[in-house]
């Protein structure tokens, strides 16, 4: 069988062939959002930032779109042993918040949809600035998905990360985005056409089950305060070439 004729439910090559795990409630909506695009533009790329082991081409490959996986150098080289690369699929060996990973996509004209589940965040302000601007000009027409914790939020996790072991923050959350300025995201850059939040992706089961970030979506999504403390998951799309917006504030 040929790279272009695996689907979605194959594992990669050398595991055992079992069904494609649930990503889980954040996953979920970043697999909504590829699915999404890739309906729109068939042979657009996929480029995964920070993806490490995770083998979301398998979840997604619909047999005509190229994926790129961007990872930190010593992290590129355990994912190409255990994952090697192939016809329509890459590891770039690269931080995401160098830009060098942008050269590696080869036809931005097919569209191109960016991944950073769990990346920006741990980004300095100036960083995701850049990046954003970059992406807008090299990718019109694309997109860019991410999360974000809420400022309050972030602090917390910043005191989590500061405290003994570090916990699950073990590396500092440096960029917080309230749902209220999804709007001046919006307007950072002219490439920029619109922001954002995605909404939860229900899970096969019971109601109870559907949980975003450790908490029900109801409850998330109905509660003031809980909501302004619940994380975002958001898409950033990219205006066509031909028709640029006008910038008005940047990402503090």
Do not use: K
Request: with cysteine; proline share 10%; hydrophobic share 45%.
């Amino acid at each position: 069988m040929t790279e272009s004729e695996r689907t979605e439910t194959e594992a990669p090559a050398g595991c055992a062939v079992t069904p494609v795990r649930d990503p889980g409630a954040r996953g979920r909506r970043f697999d909504a959002a590829v699915r999404a695009y890739l309906a729109r533009h068939p042979q657009a790329t996929v480029v995964a930032l920070g993806e490490g082991l995770d083998t979301g081409f398998w979840r997604l490959d619909n047999g005509r779109l190229t994926w790129l996986t961007v990872v930190a150098p010593e992290a590129a080289a355990v994912r190409r042993m255990l994952l090697p690369d192939g016809p329509r699929r890459r590891t770039v060996a690269c931080a995401a918040g160098d830009h060098d990973w942008l050269d590696a996509v080869r036809e931005p004209q097919r569209g191109v949809v960016v991944t950073a589940p769990g990346v920006l965040m741990r980004l300095p302000p100036a960083t995701v600035r850049a990046l954003l601007a970059a992406c807008a000009e090299r990718f019109p027409g694309g997109a860019l998905v991410f999360d974000a914790l809420p400022r309050l939020t972030a602090v917390l996790a910043r005191r989590a990360a500061a405290a003994p072991g570090g916990g699950r923050w073990s590396v500092p959350v440096r960029w917080g985005l309230d749902r209220g300025e999804l709007p001046r995201l919006a307007g950072t850059h002219p490439g920029i056409a619109a922001v954002h939040e995605l909404a939860p992706v229900p899970a096969a089961g019971p109601p109870w089950r559907w949980t975003a970030y450790g908490l029900p979506s109801w409850l998330g999504q109905r509660t003031p305060v809980l909501r302004a403390l619940v994380p975002l998951v958001c898409e950033v799309r990219f205006a066509a070439a031909r028709s640029p917006r006008r910038a008005s504030s940047a990402v503090s």
